[in-house]
C-alpha cells in the first residue's frame, strides 16, 4: 500500500479518495477475470463491487460513505447500461467511476 496513506480519522477527504481509488482498481481487477472467466457482465460487476465495499469497511471507512460510493458506483453502472444496451462492458465500468468520482466530489469536496 501506499506509504503516504494516513489513517481515516486524520485526514477523511484525502484517505476516503485515496481507499476509494484502491477498492476501485481492485474491483477492476475481480470485474475483468470474472469476465475472462464468461460471467454475466452484471454478475461480474456485482462481485466486484461487493469486493470494493469490503475492502473499504475492513479500513475502516464509515458505513454510510461505503454505501453512498457503492450505490453510486451501481447507479453509474446500470444507467449507462440501460442507455448503451451494446456498449463495452469497460465503459460500463468506468461510467461507474465516474458517478463515484462525482459523490466523492459531491461529499468531501463541496463542503
Same mark, same amino acid.
Given at each position: 500500500?501506499? +506509504?503516504?496513506?494516513?489513517?481515516? $480519522? @486524520? +485526514?477523511?477527504?484525502?484517505?476516503? @479518495?485515496?481507499?476509494? @481509488? ?5 474491483? *477492476? ?5 470474472? *469476465?475472462?472467466? $464468461? ?28 454505501? *453512498? ?6 447507479? $453509474?453502472?446500470?444507467?449507462?447500461? @440501460?442507455? %448503451? ?11 461507474? $467511476? ?5 459523490? *466523492? ?5 463541496? %463542503?
Amino acid at each position: 500500500m501506499v +506509504d503516504n496513506t494516513q489513517p481515516i $480519522g @486524520e +485526514d477523511i477527504s484525502k484517505s476516503i @479518495e485515496d481507499l476509494a @481509488e484502491h477498492a476501485g482498481e481492485v474491483a *477492476l481487477e475481480i470485474y475483468r477475470i470474472e *469476465l475472462d472467466k $464468461g460471467s454475466k457482465q452484471t454478475d461480474a460487476f456485482t462481485k466486484a463491487i461487493e469486493a470494493a465495499k469490503n475492502i473499504m469497511m475492513d479500513s475502516g471507512c464509515p458505513l454510510d460513505i461505503c454505501d *453512498l460510493l457503492a450505490d453510486a458506483a451501481i447507479n $453509474g453502472y446500470t444507467t449507462f447500461i @440501460e442507455k %448503451n444496451t451494446n456498449a463495452n462492458p469497460m465503459e460500463a465500468f468506468d461510467a461507474a $467511476g465516474e458517478f463515484v468520482n462525482d459523490a *466523492l466530489d459531491s461529499e468531501f469536496r463541496n %463542503n
